[in-house]
């Protein structure tokens, strides 16, 4: 199986920065594109970047400019750096991957499990 562990969420104050991070480990043949997710209270899970295998990456108009999103294939980490954050990104952010596992062979989404990122005005 795979799983996704992500780290790096917390508390933090208006205009702070902090870094997520998320590992794949398991029976991976190859992770295609990663992505960061959130979902704040009463609101449905929105997509926050977006990156591919050949590291093209894609924002959501509301982070453009403050995130970057970037990979590291040799560690199957992605990594999210959030500058100037703002009380409106508070949400749980979830990493999610798809990827190609080898047993049973075939390509698949994976999700992590979450990690909050709470910002305090």
Not at 33 to 54: C, D, F, H
Request: net charge positive; proline share 2%; aromatic share 8%.
């Amino acid at each position: 199986q795979v799983q996704l562990e992500e780290s790096g969420g917390g508390l933090v104050q208006a205009g702070s920065s902090l870094r997520l991070s998320c590992a794949a480990s398991g029976n991976i043949f190859t992770i295609k594109n990663m992505a960061w997710y959130r979902q704040a209270p009463g609101k449905q899970r929105e997509l926050v970047a977006i990156i591919t295998s050949g590291s093209i990456t894609d924002y959501a108009d509301s982070v453009k400019g403050r995130f970057t999103i970037s990979r590291d294939n040799a560690k199957n980490t992605v990594y999210l750096q959030m500058n100037n954050l703002k009380s409106e990104d508070t949400a749980v952010y979830f990493c999610n991957a798809l990827i190609t596992i080898t047993t049973p062979l075939g390509s698949r989404t994976f999700w992590g499990q979450g990690t909050q990122v709470t910002v305090s005005s």
